[in-house]
């Protein structure tokens, strides 16, 4: 679905914007209840592809049109693309890899007309900033599937209409227990988390280095492209995944982020940075908490 949007631009400036290292704002994401305890099963997986990730959102889309808008920061911006014709080929007429990024929420009861529209509160997923640290992306990918999954399931079964398909709630409620073993409680508790925040998906916001399994942007680490530990405060904001991410934050209000790294010991903390080594971070108590 496309939408028109009126922006108000301006050129990119690390003087200007303090989106500053947005890395993990925390592993809470959204609520105080878990899926602590749920004997979860084994399931396969492979990891998505550029192209599978474009088409599984596109086909969200149409699959779920009450809970997912689909977009890219060109349409929805007016950023540039980045890459060369033989990069992204599925984003056809254009040069380059598109950035895509969905939006999640329950559109029924909250549609974009509406007060609680503007009141949800909203959270950003992101899979990678390095290109080659593959497993976010399909993490992200996979948390949306259940996600929508278990919101479609609980909207067939809640009584409200008339044309409902007990069959259909049935089979669906089953194809969660057996695959995912989700009981009735985590389904519908999996389904008011949709319902009550909107959820901002990126899961490939180094579009042009997932494709090419590397690193950067280009020449440029997307990681250090943001106003924080420079020696020139003017070099920043060069990728077009940094600025997608710079646009995303200044769009919405968002409350919580949580962004995938490719480390190989930790879940994540937020003070990777050169001049906090070998001290405590600002935050290392609420860190610790969380």
Do not use: K
Request: charged letters at 20%.
């Amino acid at each position: 679905m496309t939408r028109r949007r009126i922006i108000i631009r301006r050129e990119p400036s690390c003087q200007l914007y303090v989106l500053g290292v947005f890395l993990l704002s925390a592993v809470i994401l959204f609520s105080s209840i878990s899926l602590a305890g749920a004997q979860v099963n084994s399931i396969p997986y492979f990891l998505l592809s550029s192209e599978v990730i474009h088409s599984t959102l596109l086909q969200w889309q149409d699959q779920y049109p009450s809970l997912v808008q689909v977009h890219t920061a060109q349409e929805f911006f007016g950023l540039p693309t980045a890459g060369d014709p033989e990069d992204c080929p599925f984003d056809t007429y254009v040069t380059g890899c598109l950035n895509y990024f969905a939006v999640l929420q329950d559109y029924v009861a909250h549609p974009t007309t509406s007060q609680s529209h503007q009141l949800l509160p909203t959270i950003l997923l992101s899979g990678e900033l390095h290109g080659n640290e593959r497993v976010g992306p399909t993490a992200v990918m996979e948390t949306a599937r259940l996600l929508l999954q278990a919101a479609s399931c609980e909207a067939l079964s809640t009584g409200n209409t008339t044309d409902e398909d007990p069959t259909e709630a049935h089979n669906c409620r089953s194809y969660l227990q057996q695959v995912y073993n989700v009981s009735d409680a985590q389904r519908r508790w999996l389904a008011r988390l949709l319902s009550t925040r909107r959820i901002l998906l990126i899961p490939t916001a180094n579009a042009l280095g997932y494709y090419r399994n590397e690193r950067e942007e280009g020449s440029v680490d997307v990681n250090r492209d943001f106003p924080y530990d420079l020696l020139d405060r003017r070099d920043c904001m060069q990728t077009v995944a940094s600025r997608t991410l710079n646009e995303l934050f200044r769009h919405y209000l968002i409350t919580t982020s949580f962004t995938f790294h490719g480390g190989t010991e930790l879940l994540g903390y937020e003070w990777g940075n050169p001049s906090w080594y070998g001290y405590l971070s600002p935050d290392d108590v609420a860190q610790d908490q969380l």
